[in-house]
T-cell receptor, first 115, second 112 residues
Framework: DTGVSQNPRHKITKRGQNVTFRCDPI?????LYWYRQTLGQGPEFLTY????????KSRLLSDRFSAERPKGSFSTLEIQRTEQGDSAMYLC?????????????FGQGTRLTVV | GENVEQHPSTLSVQEGDSAVIKCTYS??????FPWYKQELGKRPQLIID?????GEKKDQRIAVTLNKTAKHFSLHITETQPEDSAVYFC???????????FGKGTLLTVNP
């Protein structure tokens, strides 16, 4: 599969622990997005990178959340001091610069469970 | 910000029947409306999209219509098959160049 790759696929953590997820976009895509999806809901936008620059952050992204894309390739999403409300599927998507934001390819997501 | 409402939340049809899912949006600046299909445990996949300068678009058994005046758009699936069973999400490109706003999804079940 040469699409967007996310690791790990599943993560179970205790409340208060820190977790980090990784996203490897399609190689020629310079746009990268993080979304969060909870059960029975559509994906909610978290943040957007163009190359290494983080250009937009949702208000959903509290100060416990941080995302990076240091070399404009892979990205990491870190959640500090996890809470049970952070349990969700975290989806990464990427698109080439010429494409509309909607023409994005999603990864299979990282499912986070906070116990 | 943009708000997208999607109906119905669940839809059950017999194989061969048509299915229609409807969405409304709030931001008149939105100009791009994709539809995603998500099977259980899998990633959302773009199945069709429409831009604001077009009223209708068709791709084999799938079609999407857009009414900009009323700010609503719909997905039509004809001759449904069991493999069409999935959750379908509509979304709107809400004026920002960077994000999509999704509806809450419709669980479509096609009964053989």
């Amino acid at each position: 599969d040469t699409g967007v790759s996310q690791n790990p696929r599943h993560k179970i953590t205790k409340r208060g622990q820190n977790v980090t997820f990784r996203c490897d976009p399609i190689s020629e895509h310079n746009r990268l997005y993080w979304y969060r999806q909870t059960l029975g809901q559509g994906p909610e936008f978290l943040t957007y990178f163009q190359n290494e620059a983080q250009l937009e952050k949702s208000r959903l992204l509290s100060d416990r959340f941080s995302a990076e894309r240091p070399k404009g390739s892979f990205s990491t999403l870190e959640i500090q001091r996890t809470e049970q409300g952070d349990s969700a599927m975290y989806l990464c998507a990427s698109s080439p610069q010429w494409a509309n934001a909607a023409e994005a390819f999603f990864g299979q997501g990282t499912r986070l469970t906070v116990v | 910000g943009e708000n997208v409402e999607q109906h119905p939340s669940t839809l059950s049809v017999q194989e061969g029947d048509s299915a229609v899912i409807k969405c409304t949006y709030s931001d008149s600046a939105s100009n791009y409306f994709p539809w995603y299909k998500q099977e259980l445990g899998k990633r959302p996949q773009l199945i069709i999209d429409i831009r604001s300068n077009v009223g209708e678009k068709k791709d084999q058994r799938i079609a999407v219509t857009l009414n900009k005046t009323a700010k609503h758009f719909s997905l039509h699936i004809t001759e449904t098959q069991p493999e069409d069973s999935a959750v379908y999400f509509c979304a709107a490109h809400g004026g920002s160049n960077y994000k999509l706003t999704f509806g809450k999804g419709t669980l479509l079940t096609v009964n053989p």
